[in-house]
C-alpha cells in the first residue's frame, strides 16, 4: 500500500459494546424520541435514507 502512495493511520472510536456507550446511547435515543420535534425529524431521516440500496 505504501507503494501506491498511501499510509497507515491509527484512529480511536467508541467501544460500542460497553456498558456506558449503551447507557449514554439509551439516554440520547429517549431525549430523542421525547422531542417536540421528533415525527419532524423521523421525517426527514426517511426522506434521506436510501431504502433501496445494495
Not at 472510536?13 to 449514554?24: E, G, L, N, Q, T
Request: aromatic share 8%.
Amino acid at each position: 500500500m505504501r507503494g501506491m502512495g498511501l499510509r497507515p493511520i491509527q484512529i480511536w472510536v467508541p467501544d460500542v459494546r460497553s456498558s456506558k456507550f449503551i447507557s449514554a446511547a439509551h439516554k440520547q435515543s429517549l431525549a430523542v424520541a421525547k422531542s417536540r420535534h421528533a415525527n419532524r425529524d423521523q421525517t426527514f431521516i426517511d426522506v434521506i435514507t436510501d431504502w433501496e440500496a445494495k
